[in-house]
């Protein structure tokens, strides 16, 4: 059940936006990826046959993320950061527990990936946006408006194999943010296209970081965290770590590295900090 909580940072009562209740996930190795079944009757049948290994890559989470919301997702590389997003999407399953999402989902993630390469770039407008939640009927009438945006109104129908990846990235991006979501997904900080083009994504950004708008920032840019969001979340070995105000979790994720490394004050001062975080 999702719950009206009273904000001390809002003043009032916010509705949670996004629950997970103890959601775990495991993934396959890439040893069960590289199956072979030739391998694997020869295996059976020397009586050497071991079921592959699968790995924990979130462990038992519990999240409540109010609605309005900017939390920032830190955490070193294979903590399970862009996985939570991916869940939270609904890309990925849990193995087990629930996610629970409320509102529409903007998800800035992969923009490369869900493209039909046969199709022409009209058809995979259509496509995008109807396996984001939208309409045929809505995705054709917002189909000038995502053609202009991304500077691709002379290849509508040119089939997006023929596209360069910075035009396909251009074009998912046009899509997932035409229409106002009530969450925003950002894995990394953006750097679609030209500069021209990156002004253009950072005033839409901001549109929705100014609204009411949930957004969820996956980002190793420990400052703009700390500068941006009002919120964050520490992940660590897929588990959760620390959840709070921005500048809390940052500050303890820092010191956190600092003495798990070893370092004086002298050699964290002189850039070392900036490098390892």
């Not at 903007?106 to 939208?134: K, M, T």
């Not at 089939?159 to 979501?181: C, E, H, N, W, Y």
């Amino acid at each position: 059940m999702f719950q009206a909580v009273a904000s001390p940072v809002y003043g009032f009562v916010v509705m949670q936006t996004i629950c997970l209740d103890r959601v775990s996930l495991w993934r396959r190795t890439q040893e069960e990826f590289s199956y072979d079944l030739k391998k694997t009757i020869l295996s059976i049948l020397e009586g050497k046959y071991h079921k592959p290994p699968k790995h924990l890559v979130l462990d038992r989470l519990d999240l409540a993320i109010e609605s309005g919301r900017k939390v920032g997702i830190i955490g070193a590389n294979g903590a399970g950061k862009s996985t939570l997003l991916k869940l939270i999407c609904g890309i990925l399953q849990p193995t087990s527990g629930q996610v629970r999402v409320r509102g529409r989902i903007a998800p800035l993630i992969e923009l490369e990936a869900g493209f039909e390469p046969e199709l022409s770039v009209l058809d995979n407008i259509i496509l995008y946006g109807v396996l984001l939640g939208f309409s045929r009927r809505e995705m054709q009438g917002r189909t000038p408006s995502i053609l202009a945006f991304s500077g691709l109104e002379d290849y509508a129908l040119v089939p997006v194999k023929s596209l360069s990846s910075g035009m396909v990235a251009r074009l998912g991006f046009a899509i997932a943010t035409d229409v106002q979501p009530d969450i925003l997904i950002l894995d990394e900080v953006l750097s679609v296209g030209d500069a021209s083009f990156k002004r253009k994504c950072k005033q839409r950004i901001e549109r929705f970081w100014n609204s009411n708008t949930t957004v969820l920032l996956v980002s190793h840019d420990l400052e703009f965290v700390r500068q941006e969001c009002d919120q964050a979340i520490w992940l660590d070995r897929g588990q959760l770590k620390m959840q709070g105000s921005a500048n809390d979790v940052v500050d303890q994720y820092l010191y956190t590295v600092r003495q798990e490394l070893d370092l004086d004050s002298q050699e964290w001062n002189f850039g070392l900090k900036e490098v390892l975080c």
